[in-house]
């Protein structure tokens, strides 16, 4: 296995963080001047950048927040004049104005070769032909993984997102060999394969790099048993840089966060605290390079946690665990905080279950009640009544003992619960209304 950026991947963890310090005060530096955001923020809590010292000193400075990037919408937050900036990314808010980013020259080089490292960690070499079936746009995520798979040399099908027969076509004809999706769009293939009475074995499908929407180890399992590939996490986010942020190398024990980019910290997302290491919590990221669009303690509401330990692979880098699921979608039931990643393993180890399921919370009383659906498939599909009701006992049983939570469970019509392409809606709170 290769390692694609040595220098920056196995460096001595006391010059990891000396590099940090020094980009660090010279990003405070350089926000501070250009990006009236920052300097009130700053001014506010009181504090310069002359005052940060040493990267504990990271701890005293204010966070960023997706609402800072929407009250500077569209180019408040951008240090740079916009005639240095070659590409604009945004990403699509649920609610309201999207949020944008932009990419100097330096920027998008310094991308594309973090995203060369996710791919070199996940096997991906220049004799490789990688099929990207993200949707091209406005998302990052597409043009991420083009330009990092076209550094380390590998051939790009830029195929874009859907058109999922035609996608399978261009894996057979082209001999594709890495595969980038979501994680959910992967079990579409998967099904359609089937459905067309295509092996997947019959194809040169070795790889797989899964990003864009949170996935447990059980869903992996499945992705691997039936695309037979090896399927790999990374992560990013637009407001950081896109994909690039970090990635899984084969030990699969966390993706390695590329600290001379970026600093992560573990924070309470109720009381904002920073945890010690090993602590679960929200990821909070500082951009250490880029130049267009540099983020101070941007809060990603993503929940993870940082271990430092070594890694067989001889990267020294921090690794983040595979992450449970956003701050924002953490549901409260009866005192008890769940993540739907939690129920989708719980699910995915059923060996009956296709992922295709949704959470209904709702409020009898003063009491929530949590109604998991699951979709019928071939697979789960009983004539018996009796057959029906045990499979169902079952899975609330399992979620019971895993999770400590009881919920109902029941099937619903194939197809019936909404989705695209992309991303599955997995929550419906009726809690509020
Ligand atoms: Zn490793």
């Known amino acids: 296995m290769q390692i694609w950026d040595p220098t920056y991947e196995c460096m001595p963890r006391e010059e990891i963080e000396q ?60 240090a740079v004049p916009l005639r240095e900036v ?16 932009g990419y100097t020259r330096n920027d998008i080089k310094m991308w594309s070769n973090l995203v060369g490292r996710v791919l070199t960690a996940a096997g991906v070499t220049h004799d490789d032909v990688v099929q990207i079936a993200f949707g091209y746009g406005m998302f990052t995520g597409a ?59 019959s194809l040169s499908l070795k790889t797989g790099l899964f990003g864009a ?53 573990i924070i309470d997302p109720e009381t904002c605290e920073v945890l010690p290491p090993g602590s679960v919590g929200e990821l909070v ?25 070594k890694c067989e692979c001889g990267r020294t880098i921090v690794r983040m665990r595979k992450t449970m699921g956003r701050s924002d979608d953490m549901l409260i039931i009866r005192g008890v905080n769940v993540f739907p990643s939690q129920i989708e393993e719980v699910l995915f180890d059923i060996e009956e279950c296709e992922p295709h399921y949704q959470l209904v919370i709702s409020k009898e009383g003063a009491m929530d ?34 999770l400590g939570i009881s919920a109902s469970v029941k099937l619903v019509e194939p197809n019936t619960i909404p989705r695209h392409e992309g991303k599955a809606v997995r929550i419906i709170d009726n809690r509020q209304k």
């Not at 040399?153 to 894996?171: D, L």
């Open 369 to 402: 009640v949590l109604e998991v659906h699951i979709e019928v498939t071939e697979n789960i599909f009983f004539d018996e009544m009796k057959k029906q009701r045990a499979f169902l006992e079952m899975v609330a049983k399992r979620i019971h003992s895993q």
């Open 86 to 101: 070659v590409r604009i990314h945004s990403s699509s808010g649920t609610t309201g104005k999207p949020t944008v980013v």
């Open 285 to 309: 990221l500082t951009t250490l390079t880029k130049e267009a669009f540099p983020m101070i303690r941007y809060r990603t509401r993503d929940i993870t946690s940082l271990d430092y330990s």
């Open 143 to 201: 043009f991420g993984l083009h330009y990092g798979a076209e550094t380390i040399g590998a051939s790009v099908i830029p195929m874009s997102a859907g058109n999922t027969e035609k996608q399978i076509m261009i894996m057979q004809d082209y001999k594709t060999t890495a595969l980038v999706c979501t994680p959910s769009y992967a079990i579409t293939l998967a099904s359609r394969m089937e459905k067309m009475g295509i092996d997947p074995k």
């Open 19 to 78: 590099l940090q310090l020094e980009r660090l005060q010279a990003t405070l530096n350089r926000v501070h001047k250009s990006v009236t955001c920052y300097r009130k923020k700053f001014d506010n809590a009181g504090i310069s950048p002359e005052d940060v010292q040493c990267l504990a000193d990271l701890a005293k400075l204010p966070f960023t927040t997706k609402d800072d990037l929407r009250l500077n919408y569209p180019y408040g937050m951008f």
């Open 213 to 265: 929407e949170p996935w447990s180890e059980a869903m992996r399992r499945e992705i691997e048993n039936r695309l037979f590939i090896n399927a790999t996490d990374n992560y990013g986010l637009s407001e950081i840089i896109g994909p690039g942020v970090a990635g899984e190398c084969e030990y699969k024990c966390g993706m390695h966060l590329f600290e001379d980019a970026f600093i992560p910290e």
